[in-house]
């Protein structure tokens, strides 16, 4: 069961570059890195999915080095409306239901100000 | 929307009593998650069910229990409730994928007040 430390919480401002840092050391060779946002109330929000490398989508970018033992989820130029709990998720399957207890750690609080 | 429904959206009870979550997946995700989330607490796994199987338990209480049914929606009972059981219950579900593991998919939660 892969473990993961976060930071608790991190502050930013508005347009600036934000980086989320997440270990799991005991990361599994089936396991992928996701990634999720949280706002007070309501449920957790998919972001960015990644095995290894790089992954880029619409909103932000994932980083992966090469042993995995940890990951980097990159937020560009933040507004006042990512304000929010971002959590990093570790966890796989072997693509019959199997995917063992998705754990989520305690999540990065993260506040931006204006 | 993530397409998955979770009724009700808000419940209030008594100590002692029992409530139904219930829970209706994305339209062809056969694996449903409870999480339990107190107030500025994190998420709490609880149960995990796949195609109507039970697959993965986390520290679920003896007084709570879960189902999936043929239809593939889930309901999680409370029993016996304290008021420590207050909190936001989310559903989650995924999809079975070839690469082993697909993201969660969360509905908006039910937010449970024992008094």
């Known amino acids: 069961l892969a473990k993961t430390t976060q930071p608790i919480s991190m502050d930013s401002y508005e347009g600036q570059e934000v980086n989320i840092t997440c270990s799991h050391n005991?990361?599994?060779?089936?396991?992928?890195i996701t990634w999720y946002q949280q706002f007070p109330s309501q449920g957790p929000r998919f972001i960015i999915q990644?095995?290894?490398t790089k992954v880029t989508n619409e909103v932000a970018s994932l980083f992966i080095p090469a042993d995995r033992k940890s990951s980097t989820l990159s937020l560009p130029r933040v507004s006042l409306s990512d304000t929010a709990v971002y959590y990093c998720?570790?966890?796989?399957?072997?693509?019959?239901?199997?995917?063992?207890?998705?754990?989520f750690g305690q999540g990065t609080t993260l506040q931006v100000k204006p | 929307d993530s397409g998955v429904t979770q009724t009700p959206k808000h419940l209030i009870t008594a100590t002692g009593q029992r409530v139904t979550l219930r829970c209706s997946p994305r339209?062809?995700?056969?694996?449903v998650y409870w999480y339990q989330q107190s107030l500025d607490q994190g998420l709490q796994f609880l149960i995990q069910?796949?195609?109507?199987?039970?697959?993965a338990k986390g520290n679920i209480l003896e007084r709570f229990s879960a189902q999936q049914f043929p239809d593939l929606h889930s309901e999680l009972n409370l029993s016996s409730l304290e008021l420590g059981d207050s909190a936001l219950y989310f559903c989650?579900?995924?999809?079975?994928?070839?690469?082993?593991?697909?993201?969660?998919?969360f509905g908006n939660g039910t937010r449970l007040t024992v008094t």
């Open positions: 989650a579900s995924t999809a079975t994928s070839d690469r082993g593991h697909s993201p969660l998919h």
């Open positions: 005991n990361i599994a060779t089936n396991d992928y």
């Open positions: 990644g095995y290894k």
């Open positions: 998720l570790v966890g796989g399957g072997d693509g019959s239901g199997n995917t063992g207890k998705l754990i």
């Open positions: 339209s062809g995700d056969l694996s």
């Open positions: 069910y796949y195609n109507g199987e039970e697959r």
